[in-house]
């Protein structure tokens, strides 16, 4: 008697010789990608001013604004007073 194995016929799986239509699609999309000009996020660029003001220490937050906003009320009333 034959085992199971011994009936299989044996084959080999080979690579496509030759490439399929969506293959050189593919190939194509990606040579026409590469070529388009990669455009940066419309705030990348404000993002970048705000890191570069938080570290020069120019970038204005509400407490600066506050605080600056405060001196100007007590400049204020004190003229008032003269």
Request: proline share 5%; no cysteine; net charge positive.
């Amino acid at each position: 008697m034959q085992s199971v194995a011994e009936k299989r016929p044996k084959f080999r799986i080979q690579a496509p010789s030759e490439k399929t239509s969506t293959q050189k699609d593919r190939e194509e999309v990606r040579k026409y990608l590469r070529l388009i000009p990669t455009e940066a996020e419309p705030n990348l660029g404000r993002v970048r001013e705000i890191k570069e003001e938080i570290k020069k220490g120019t970038y204005l937050t509400r407490e600066i604004i506050e605080a600056a906003a405060m001196q100007l009320a007590i400049r204020l009333l004190r003229k008032e007073k003269d």
